[in-house]
């Protein structure tokens, strides 16, 4: 089945199954069935605290909520990738965290997951007042064709008399009182104090240099949202620019400075608007962004974590504000670790960057693969080497050789004095050693609240160099001291559990279900608007079918004797609003683009049903 047309509510109806987990978060402590919620339309958000498209998704059901109060109930069904983010506290947390204002049911062992079949993070199931499936949704980009599904249903079931709002089941959890909330990066001045970005308060501080007292505070909601990635200017830039502090402002989708003698907020790249294209460049104040999580220099120029997009951009400043330019310079939006020249790697969610002190290599966080990465400028151009990682689904706590090291979600890297490089390994609680001549890799110091960033700090009296981390979920920045010896950590092994589905070696046939929004429908005039995307790990697996084309089905050859692997699989739909009369699509019509990436972990098996069927909106 490809693209559709018509109502997605025409197709058979399943009754949905029970909300089954742990417990729920944002109610009051009580635990909610689908029968409670008779009566309503509800959306289920099957996320994982660590998946920034998880995130994203959570922005665009906001006005979603927003315009249905009384009739609508989301449900977020927190379904976790990582080890840590199956620990109940650290769930909590990342609900604060990122201002989750529906209720959670917390569902570790994945028991509700498999029930409605989920194959990605994120995806959206929608059920009727009567208690039917009629949606579902995978990736980015569905909240104005969402919105328009539930006022479909809404109506109908008004007319049928089946919708019987009850009261919403969001108890708000009492408000936090800390001075910091969930800070995310740091940098040092030269006088001793820090820059901190206070994430959860949308705001950048300036501490003394006990860490606590704050000299000033810049932005607050409205002007920073989720501020990550703080960079120093260099002075030509603040003489010529008029900003000393850099700033990456993730859910603005910008890039922005600060003028710290007189606290001047100016925008330096980006609209304000999310990139969804995953590709351009140009001027900097009118080039889209996706979620810019971190910064550091480069030469001239600066390069952009862009964790949206699973892409490293870079912004390079002009005379002016108006003369900085934007363009990307490593990922394909492939989301996975593939190595070589820049224009052709994979990252997945870089979120932490660090230049060397040769200036000439960028070092990276890549949390989504559990991986120590780098960017080194060579004369052939920009080429990415991989130190610590193995890939998307494979993570934990080991040191020793870096080829069998294990990290698990880091999203900050320091390079240290004697040229090595401190990983703030964010869910393993620890910061970790990385020694590039030896390539090894040791435990600096354990026991911390997800370590996000750190900060070299010299002491001016005794000269010992230490740490200055910021542990995001303790809502502080702390001092560390750097051991003589390293301690080596020798823990287990973990693989992300999600069930295989089962498909035959030979022909397999792929088919991606798309049903534009009511009121849209995909527009033809200049070729086809869909896009598939197919690749494996290993590539062994696929013995044809892989690369990028257009439509939403393919042939794929499975290879026999491989056992199991993984499909990438990314596709992209671009929907326009249609004239209401005409139904056609006219010259300016808004457009909508939706996308997915999944990583279908499969096994081989003769018996199994040689087709694999995806919905990118469907049912």
């Not at 039917?132 to 569905?142: I, K, L, N, Q």
């Amino acid at each position: 089945m490809t693209a559709e047309t018509g109502s997605l509510r025409a197709r058979v109806k399943v009754r949905a199954p029970e909300l089954v987990g742990r417990g729920w978060l944002n109610t009051g402590g009580r635990a909610i069935s689908l029968a409670d919620l008779r009566g309503r339309v509800v959306v289920l958000d099957f996320w994982t605290f660590c998946c920034v498209n998880c995130l994203h998704v959570l922005d665009e059901l906001r006005p979603v909520e927003e315009r249905f109060p009384d009739a609508l109930t989301v449900i977020g069904v927190h379904s976790p990738k990582f080890e840590h983010e199956a620990d109940a506290d650290a769930l909590a947390a990342a609900v604060e965290r990122y201002a989750v204002h529906h209720p959670v049911l917390d569902d570790p062992e994945l028991v509700t997951w498999r029930a409605y079949t989920a194959r990605a993070w994120p995806t959206l199931v929608v059920i009727d007042p009567e208690g039917f499936v009629v949606a579902s949704m995978s990736g980015e980009g569905h909240g104005p064709g969402l919105a328009s599904l539930v006022a479909e249903i809404i109506e109908e079931h008004r007319a049928k008399g089946s919708l019987q709002p009850g009261d919403d089941p969001y108890v708000a959890p009492p408000t936090p009182d800390t001075a910091l909330r969930f800070p995310g990066k740091a940098i040092a001045l030269p006088d001793g104090s820090f820059v901190v970005s206070d994430t959860a308060n949308h705001a950048v501080a300036h501490l003394e240099p006990d860490l606590v007292t704050e000299r000033a505070r810049w932005g607050g909601p409205g002007v920073f949202n989720e501020p990550q990635g703080i960079l120093l200017a260099t002075p030509g830039l603040s003489a010529r620019l008029g900003v000393d502090v850099l700033v990456a402002d993730s859910v603005n989708h910008q890039l922005k400075g600060i003028r710290l003698s007189d606290g001047l907020i100016r925008t330096l790249a980006g609209t304000g608007r999310q990139l969804r294209e995953r590709a351009g460049g140009g001027p900097a104040l009118e080039q889209p962004l996706s979620t810019p999580w971190d910064l550091a220099w480069l030469g001239e120029s600066v390069v952009i974590a862009m964790a949206g997009t699973h892409q490293l951009w870079s912004w390079t400043p002009g005379a002016t504000i108006e003369d900085g330019l934007v363009e990307l310079v490593g990922g394909t939006s492939n989301e996975g670790l593939v190595d070589g020249p820049a224009a052709e790697a994979w990252f997945a969610q870089p979120s932490g960057l660090a230049t060397s002190v040769s200036g000439d290599r960028v070092w990276v966080a890549d949390s989504e693969t559990s991986a120590l990465r780098s960017v080194v400028s060579t004369a052939e151009g920009l080429l990415v080497e991989t130190h610590v990682g193995t890939g998307l689904f494979d993570f934990g706590h080991r040191d020793g050789d870096a080829a069998e090291a294990l990290l698990q979600h880091p999203l900050g890297v320091t390079e240290l004095p004697d040229g090595s490089v401190a990983v703030s390994d964010t869910y393993n609680g620890a910061v970790r050693r990385y020694d590039p001549v030896r390539r090894q890799v040791t435990t600096l110091v354990q026991g911390l609240a997800e370590p996000s960033d750190a900060v070299v700090e010299r002491d001016a009296e005794t000269g010992e160099t230490r740490l200055v981390v910021v542990e995001s979920a303790a809502h502080r920045l702390t001092r560390v001291a750097l051991p003589e010896d390293a301690q080596r950590v020798d823990g287990p092994a973990h693989r992300t559990q999600r069930p295989s589905t089962p498909l035959p070696a030979g022909e397999v046939l792929l088919e991606v279900t798309f049903v534009p929004p009511a009121g849209q429908k995909l527009d033809h005039r200049w070729g086809d608007p869909t896009r598939l995307d197919v690749s494996a790990t290993p590539d062994a697996l696929l013995v044809s079918g892989a690369g990028r084309a257009e439509g939403l089905t393919r042939t794929l050859v499975l290879r026999d004797g491989i056992g199991s692997g993984t499909l990438h699989v990314s596709v992209q739909a671009a929907a326009c609003d249609g004239d209401p009369d005409t139904g056609e699509v006219p010259e300016h019509a808004a457009c909508h683009l939706f996308q997915q990436d999944w990583g279908i972990p499969v096994i081989l098996d003769a018996s199994a049903d040689a087709r694999l069927a995806l919905d990118l909106r469907g049912v």
